[in-house]
């Protein structure tokens, strides 16, 4: 059983690494740190503008080191790499930003250790980490599930739902044990409570659409993601700039149901 730990484990890499003090990665605040997190909102509200989610970063990470103790300056900062990380093409910054957002977490979880937005804002980091560089992933698995089961029990509203939408997403697409935490049983309840804390955000329809899909309720799971579509259609109409691609994610969920169905329906059965 050791011996085959092992070879599971050639490649492997750790998640987390000692984070370096916010003074290093944190401008010197120019103002107290109520002010920074107003400049910062409102530079994320343009984040669609060029520059704008970089300052909006920026300015997050000053409001942390004005005031270490308030979770949404870290949480900010985490959201502000995330949407730039998804914008760049080039692949060394890509994994540059994303171990960035993991040394935010870790900072957070440092300053703020009770706070649920810290074990969320952490676990999406790693999943971010992950997915750029692979070999991260089987150490931070396990880490990313109790992160979101902890946030989840403290403050289940952060990121309108997003503990128990992040976690229906980690159970659907990691591997099952003994290689990692995957449990698609357990995620359709988990993409399910999503849903109920916000219905009408595209992205817990799209979580709810992929569960069913793994259970093959292929229905129930084009009716959730017909509605991922119209909520992120609406989205896109209201200038919301991260609508557009939760909208092409479910256009392309959809054609795939139909096709699975399509072939499902095409099978004949011997008489």
């Known amino acids: 059983m050791k011996r085959a730990a092992l070879l599971l484990c050639i490649g492997c890499a750790s998640a987390l690494h000692k984070p370096p003090p916010i003074e290093s990665i944190a401008a010197a605040p120019r103002t107290g ?5 107003t400049e910062a ?6 984040r669609a503008e060029p520059g704008q989610a970089a300052a909006a970063e920026d300015l997050y990470l000053q409001a ?19 949407f730039r990380l998804g914008r760049e093409k080039d692949g060394a910054e890509r994994l540059r930003l994303a171990q960035g957002a993991v040394q935010v977490g870790q900072l957070c979880e440092q300053n703020a250790p009770a706070a649920p937005a810290c074990d969320y804002w952490l676990a999406a980091a790693l999943g971010l980490q992950a997915r750029e560089r692979s070999a991260t992933a ?77 259970h093959e309720r292929a229905a129930e799971a084009r009716s959730a993601y017909s509605k991922a579509l119209r909520l992120a259609t609406d989205g896109a ?13 479910a256009r392309a969920a959809l054609r795939e149901v139909g096709i699975r169905h399509q072939a499902s329906s095409a099978i004949v059965t011997p008489a």
Not at 41 to 46: G, I, L, P, V
Not at 64 to 82: L, N, T, Y
Not at 237 to 249: F, K, L, M, R, S
């Open 64 to 82: 942390a080191r004005a005031d270490p103790s308030r979770p949404e300056s870290f949480a900010g900062a985490i959201r502000a790499k995330a």
């Open 237 to 249: 109409a209201q200038d919301d700039p991260d609508a557009a691609g939760w909208a092409e994610e």
């Open 138 to 214: 089987k150490d931070a698995l396990p880490r990313m599930t109790d992160l979101l089961r902890r946030a989840a029990r403290a403050d289940p509203s952060i990121d309108h739902g997003g503990p128990h939408r992040l976690l229906a997403t980690v159970l659907l697409r990691a591997p099952g044990w003994p290689l990692g935490p995957g449990d698609p049983d357990a995620a359709l309840p988990e993409a399910q409570a999503a849903v109920r804390i916000a219905p009408d955000f595209a992205p817990n329809q799209l979580a709810l659409g992929e569960a069913l899909r793994k």
């Open 33 to 37: 740190a109520a002010q920074l997190l």
């Open 41 to 46: 909102e409102a530079a994320w509200a343009r």
